[in-house]
């Protein structure tokens, strides 16, 4: 199965991560890299492993990536993976003995949150299609990310990857106050019976922080993991403050415009 497949990986600036990932691909015989105009040392790192071939693109939204990317790849399958995404033995072992099923044409895996590269007991990160067969598959935009639409049955494999970022807090910062513009537009635009339970709760601003805070520390074990563990926890709460303060940021701004029309 390894054989039919091409790792796709989204870049820009990842030196700090990036060469964790590559490690964890050496079975691969391409490994497509779509990069938006890193000015760090991500190309030189890239250009290290002989299997990595770098597509620039100028980055427009996550999908439009993604689908560029997907074109690039000449294999029947596809792994798609983010420049911290880290590939365990047990997935790798997994992938390589899955069975050849026409009917199957796609799989989920679940991640485990690092920090400082310690593995946490619970994450918010829910499990994603990562690997699947190129001609099935499209991307669309969601809010800051993106979803893979594939047609077909899927299933869930039983290994996980380390999402594993090192990437200093500043950057973490600029990259979510990005994300939280978008966020902010997605849950302004989308009619609320079309809102999942979980973007109801953050249009209302008060409660989301406080909510994920008791969510990772609480009920996905984040005290048993110590530092690490109230580090993550916080992360989160901050992301979700971020969104909050956006959203009344925006409201006041259509309340002025209105006032003075």
């Not at 485990?112 to 669309?140: D, M, N, S």
């Not at 039983?158 to 600029?174: A, F, N, Q, T, V």
């Not at 979700?240 to 003075?260: A, G």
Request: charged share 20%; proline share 3%.
């Amino acid at each position: 199965m390894l054989e039919k497949i091409t790792p796709l990986i989204l870049t820009y600036n990842e030196r700090n991560n990036i060469d964790r990932t590559l490690q964890r691909l050496t079975w691969a015989k391409t490994i497509i890299v779509v990069d938006s105009y890193s000015n760090d040392e991500t190309l030189e790192i890239l250009h290290s492993y002989p299997q990595v071939q770098i597509f620039q693109r100028k980055f427009d939204t996550h999908a439009a990536q993604w689908n560029y990317g997907l074109e690039q790849v000449k294999s029947e399958w596809v792994i798609s993976l983010d420049a911290d995404y880290i590939l365990t033995d047990q997935l790798i072992t997994e992938i390589q003995a899955l069975p050849v099923n026409n009917q199957i044409n796609g799989y989920f895996a679940r991640f485990k949150y690092c920090v400082f590269g310690k593995p946490l007991r619970g994450t918010i990160l829910p499990p994603r299609q990562v690997l699947f067969r190129k001609k099935q598959a499209i991307y669309i935009d969601d809010g800051h990310t993106q979803l893979l639409q594939l047609t077909g049955e899927s299933l869930i494999l039983s290994g996980y990857i380390h999402h594993d970022d090192r990437k200093p807090l500043s950057r973490w910062l600029w990259a979510q106050d990005r994300y939280m513009i978008i966020e902010v537009k997605k849950l302004l635009e989308t009619p609320v019976n079309e809102l999942s339970v979980g973007d109801r709760i953050r249009k209302q601003k008060l409660f989301a922080p406080f909510i994920i805070l008791f969510y990772c520390l609480i009920l996905k074990g984040g005290v048993l993991d110590g530092w690490a563990g109230y580090y993550y926890a916080f992360q989160r709460m901050l992301a979700e403050t971020l969104l909050s303060i956006r959203l009344i940021e925006y409201e006041k701004l259509c309340q002025n415009q209105t006032n003075q029309n």
